[in-house]
């Protein structure tokens, strides 16, 4: 499956005495290989806290605000100089755009300079440009550096249609003891059917808002961690349908659902709402829904009615609803893509399956309608309409 990776880290420079040394923003200090900064450890400066947040600017990107407070052990002053890097993921280069920093609310001067490419990656690697600022601690001192910037989106429509965001984290472990606190919150345009999060990284939220009322929501997805060494970089692949073919429905339903297919139904719903319709009318538009969903029972009609309401997490009453689409804790290792490889065996398809931690539907107890979109809404609509008459 080829996916394409957004890349993005924090780099610290320390200068101690007269050896020029480097560190790595989230975080670590840095000597040279093959003539490029590379982390090593450091016993003076403690990474207190973290907070990472990516907001969906749906222009096919993201805007990101870094925020990190560290702190000098040490009872003795402390130089250094700190970046923030651009590296290389698979096939695509990540470029900042509009890149800010500020340490202790002070926008500070920043230096660009290219490093050249390393003739061998370091543990998978590739460092592109480094953004440099100069910080001071005096003894015990804490600061606080902030960064704010936008980087393009990445995915793929191999299997699955996934947006993925990478941030390396690892070069934390290498700063004086745990991370005292690190939290990561995605802030996505809609809703998304699954996603995947690496280990080390626990769930702390996942709620839905109204931006504009039956038009567009969020989906923000929160990690908290304290005491943390991070093991793996935060990778987060968002999956959601492509179409007809996408899947992910019948791996919750057991349905192959009409929400694609459904399009013209929907459409000559919204026309309808407009003009009043005669009684003849409204009859051969419902003889046409009812012969379009023929082939789908009527407790067919009603999963896929639900699958809707709970991708964004409606709370349901039903206790078989609830086991449907609930029933996985986030983080719950599974095979992925789960729609093409829990129950396929054709070979072409598994050489693309492997184990993730997987978040599947959550429940949201602040659900509003007011989330859905007015397709949605209308499709759910239609669907329920059908379930009435033949029950009549």
């Keep these: 499956m080829s996916t394409r990776h957004l890349f993005s ?3 610290v420079f320390l200068t101690l005495a007269l050896l020029p040394t480097f560190a790595f923003g989230n975080d670590a200090e840095y000597g040279s290989f ?5 982390p090593i450890e450091n016993d003076s400066i403690r990474m207190v806290s973290e907070n990472i947040i990516f907001v969906d600017t749906a222009k096919g990107g993201w805007r990101v605000d870094a925020t990190y407070v560290f702190e000098n052990t040490t009872d003795k002053k402390v130089s250094l100089k700190m970046g923030y890097p651009e590296t290389e993921g698979d096939d695509s280069g990540v470029n900042f755009k509009g ?10 001067k920043i230096t660009t300079k290219t490093s050249g490419q ?4 370091w543990k998978g690697y590739r460092l592109g440009k480094v953004h440099l600022f100069d910080v001071s601690f005096e003894p015990s001192q804490k600061q606080e550096v902030k960064h704010t910037f936008e980087m393009a989106g990445g995915g793929s429509v191999a299997l699955a249609c996934e947006q993925e965001i990478s941030y390396i984290t690892r070069t934390g472990r290498l700063w004086k003891g745990p991370i005292g606190t690190a939290r990561f919150e995605v802030s996505l345009l809609g809703a998304f059917d699954a996603y995947t999060i690496p280990e080390g990284y626990e769930v702390k939220s996942i709620k839905h808002e109204v931006i504009r009322k039956g038009e567009r929501s969020r989906t923000n997805v929160v990690f908290e961690m ?6 793996e970089d935060f990778r987060f692949v968002m999956m959601s349908e492509c179409g007809e073919e996408g899947g992910m429905d019948k791996f919750y339903t057991g349905v192959s659902c009409p929400f694609w297919s459904a399009a013209e139904l929907v459409e000559a719903r919204v026309t309808s709402q407009k003009s009043k319709l005669t009684e003849e009318e409204k009859k051969k538009r419902q003889e046409t829904e009812s012969a379009f969903l023929k082939e789908y029972s009527k407790a067919d009609l009603r999963l896929c009615r639900n699958y809707i309401y709970a ?5 349901f009453k039903s206790k078989d609803l609830q086991k449907k689409f609930y029933s996985h804790k986030p983080g719950t290792k599974h095979i992925y893509p789960p729609h093409y490889c829990s129950k396929r065996k054709n070979k072409d398809m598994l050489e693309y399956c492997h184990e993730e931690r997987l978040i599947f539907f959550t429940e949201d107890k602040g659900f509003s309608p007011n989330l859905m979109t007015p397709y949605e809404l209308m499709y759910v609509k239609i669907l329920l309409d059908e379930e009435k008459r033949r029950k009549k």
Excluded at 99 to 108: I, Q, S
Excluded at 311 to 315: A, D, K, S
């Design 311 to 315: 991708r964004y997490g409606y709370p």
């Design 34 to 38: 093959s003539g490029m900064p590379v």
């Design 9 to 11: 880290s924090l780099m």
């Design 226 to 231: 304290k005491d943390w060494m991070p093991k």
């Design 118 to 121: 390393m003739k061998e990656a």
């Design 99 to 108: 890149l800010k920093t500020w340490v202790d609310g002070k926008e500070v």
